[in-house]
């Protein structure tokens, strides 16, 4: 047990000092990787949404996201619909990359099942 955490503390000094563990930043908007917030629609616009939501014990948030011709809507965005935004933060703002519209579940999925 001692022998392999040697090998590898070994193995990790090595690499760390050749260099090949270094962190990179993303070098195109390709390469970024996605945040996500979930809420209700409150506000929208042909360029922007505004998403907002509460979580307990915590106060509540609100985002605005632009919409731009690269942005992806899945289904039906309308006001009060519950939503799922993939963006990415840029100088002009949180810009929206994906909108996944989420629909309610039907009362029967809902109801408890009879055993």
């Known amino acids: 047990?001692?022998?392999?955490?040697?090998?590898?503390?070994?193995?990790?000094?090595?690499?760390?000092?050749?260099?090949?563990?270094h962190a990179q930043a993303p070098d195109t908007a390709?390469?970024?990787?996605?945040?996500?917030?979930s809420g209700n629609v409150s506000a929208l616009s042909a360029d922007k949404v505004t998403?907002?939501?509460t979580i307990l014990g915590?106060?509540?948030?609100?985002?605005?996201?632009?919409?731009?011709?690269d942005?992806?809507?899945e289904g039906d965005l309308d006001l009060k619909?519950?939503?799922?935004?993939a963006f990415?933060?840029?100088?002009?703002?949180?810009v929206a990359k994906r909108i996944i519209v989420r629909t309610p579940r039907s009362k029967e999925s809902l109801s408890p099942k009879p055993r």
């Open 88 to 94: 990415v933060v840029a100088q002009e703002g949180d």
């Open 30 to 37: 390709a390469e970024q990787r996605y945040e996500f917030f």
């Open 71 to 73: 942005t992806k809507v």
């Open 58 to 69: 915590r106060p509540p948030r609100r985002r605005t996201f632009l919409i731009t011709a």
């Open 1 to 21: 047990m001692v022998a392999s955490r040697r090998g590898f503390l070994a193995g990790f000094t090595s690499a760390l000092l050749s260099g090949s563990l």
């Open 51 to 53: 998403v907002g939501r």
């Open 81 to 85: 619909c519950r939503v799922t935004v």
